[in-house]
């Protein structure tokens, strides 16, 4: 694994600010109503992506995660602005502007979504995997859920068939506590979601989920370990998520008494005290940062903005690869496009 050093925390603190900075951006947006249909926000759990991305190898390891997925595209690579203009609806986007928030895709940067159905991407993750083993690639599949997708059948499936395997994969459990509404506590008797891996003889651990450092060191342990072809590892990321589960939600299930208490544990205020402690940098260069990142978010609204919304022939031409369309007519769709 690549040394953690005084500049691999300042990079942390930039890479993590301006990802807290691009949701809170995505929800005025969504709340202007220029971002439509659902919108999941990332708020609380820039520590995961920033600590995974540390161990992985950059130039061939892949990503697989659930509809949270704004944030760790841009971690492996992706740029903010055609994920920006994906959310806004835009041909500049990720997807042609089709997509939209649940389904940011990458194959430039091995990034495979971006999944709207609970735990449909575990699977998925592990067939990504397969290849890679299939063909001696001697790359490793990320594979991440949050704590309601390990109710899915097809979890224990896959993991079942991982360890049969020894699939290059790492299974990552976004721990934030809560599945939609429902508290881990109240939907199962094995709160400790790490133990569900150790059943199927999966090596499985429990991870601080607001700590990059600690998330590096233990992804980097079961990376290695894929990679040298002893199969996969469950991480039980445990982490918090400080904005509701969607724009829609309420958050009648828990208190402000809670939120305020995790908010003391913010990632990113924890990097930025660890580094004055430190003496690494200085408070005013910090603050520059925090407000370079600001610009660097509205540069993306800029881009997307500026940008054209899709066609219907660019609707044609990304989802059909055959170019004779046999299962639509397209004249007849061209001839009533004013309905649509």
């Given at each position: 694994m690549k040394k953690i050093t005084t500049e691999t925390y300042i990079k942390w603190f930039k890479d993590m600010s301006f990802w807290r900075k691009f949701e809170d951006k995505c929800r005025s947006l969504y709340l202007k109503q220029k971002i439509r249909g659902f919108l999941h926000l990332y708020n609380g759990q820039e520590a995961v992506p920033a600590g995974l991305t540390h161990a992985m190898d950059m130039s061939k390891d892949k990503m697989i995660t659930a509809y949270r997925c704004h944030i760790l595209p841009i971690s492996m690579g992706v740029s903010p602005k055609k994920i920006m203009a994906e959310l806004l609806g835009k041909k500049t986007g990720t997807s042609h502007g089709l997509g939209g928030s649940m389904h940011i895709f990458s194959k430039k940067h091995r990034f495979y979504g971006g999944h709207g159905i609970v735990g449909g991407q575990?699977?998925?993750?592990?067939?990504?995997?397969?290849?890679?083993?299939?063909?001696?690639?001697?790359?490793?599949?990320?594979?991440i859920m949050g704590d309601g997708a390990v109710r899915q059948g097809s979890m224990h499936e896959t993991f079942n068939m991982a360890m049969i395997w020894k699939l290059p994969v790492v299974f990552v459990c976004e721990n934030n506590k809560y599945a939609m509404g429902t508290s881990v506590e109240?939907?199962?008797?094995?709160?400790?979601?790490?133990?569900?891996?150790?059943?199927?003889?999966?090596?499985?651990?429990?991870?601080?989920?607001?700590?990059?450092?600690?998330?590096?060191?233990?992804?980097?342990?079961?990376?290695?370990?894929?990679?040298?072809?002893?199969?996969?590892?469950?991480?039980?990321?445990?982490?918090?998520?400080?904005?509701?589960?969607?724009?829609?939600?309420?958050?009648?299930?828990?208190?402000?008494?809670?939120?305020?208490?995790?908010?003391?544990?913010?990632?990113?205020?924890?990097l930025k005290n660890f580094i004055l402690q430190k003496k690494w940098d200085t408070i005013e260069n910090l603050i520059e940062i925090e407000n370079e990142v600001k610009k660097q978010v509205e540069l993306c609204v800029e881009f997307a903005e500026k940008s054209d919304t899709p066609s219907l022939d660019d609707m044609y031409n990304v989802v059909y690869s055959e170019p004779d369309y046999p299962f639509l007519d397209r004249k007849i769709f061209h001839n009533k496009k004013e309905k649509y």
């Open positions: 575990i699977p998925l993750g592990a067939g990504i995997a397969f290849a890679d083993k299939y063909f001696g690639k001697k790359a490793v599949t990320i594979a109240r939907s199962t008797n094995m709160e400790d979601i790490y133990k569900i891996g150790i059943s199927y003889g999966m090596p499985s651990y429990p991870v601080d989920g607001m700590d990059p450092e600690k998330i590096a060191k233990i992804a980097y342990i079961a990376i290695d370990r894929a990679r040298k072809g002893y199969g996969a590892t469950f991480l039980d990321i445990k982490t918090y998520r400080y904005r509701g589960h969607s724009m829609s939600d309420s958050e009648l299930y828990r208190s402000k008494e809670e939120i305020h208490l995790y908010k003391k544990k913010d990632p990113i205020l924890k």
